[in-house]
Nanobody, 124 residues
Framework: QVQLVESGGGLVQAGGSLRLSCAAS????????MGWFRQAPGKERQFVAT????????YYADSVKGRFTISRDNAKNTVYLQMNSLRPEDTAVYYC?????????????????WGQGTQVTVSS
């Protein structure tokens, strides 16, 4: 069982930056693929970014490519999402997720564990 706790959300003006963190419990963190997803009010959950177990492989949604960076520190059992040049349309609850299969995927249904989410609000 893996528990995920996100932090770092908040209110920021358009063009600003935020860094989200997701701390994981358990000694198998380094074997998991980690992902970030988001859900805006009235909309479906959306893939944002994912990272392989060793941090070498990353993949981003087109809407965030070039602005967001996912990274991980396996020694700290933590995955990060650096968000730059934020836009009002980035406003959502952001969730981190862990996939035990080890296969990098953008499909939320493939992820086994989810955090409780952190709110990101970007004002115009």
């Amino acid at each position: 069982q893996v528990q995920l706790v996100e932090s770092g959300g908040g209110l920021v003006q358009a063009g600003g930056s935020l860094r989200l963190s997701c701390a994981a419990s358990g000694h198998t963190f380094s074997s998991y693929v980690m992902g970030w997803f988001r859900q805006a009010p009235g909309k479906e959950r959306q893939f944002v970014a994912t990272i392989s177990w060793n941090g070498v492989g990353t993949y981003y949604a087109d809407s965030v490519k070039g602005r967001f960076t996912i990274s991980r520190d396996n020694a700290k059992n933590t995955v990060y999402l650096q968000m730059n040049s934020l836009r009002p349309e980035d406003t959502a609850v952001y969730y981190c997720a862990a996939d035990a299969s080890g296969i990098v995927t953008t499909k939320g249904s493939n992820y086994d564990y989810w955090g409780q989410g952190t709110q990101v609000t970007v004002s115009s």
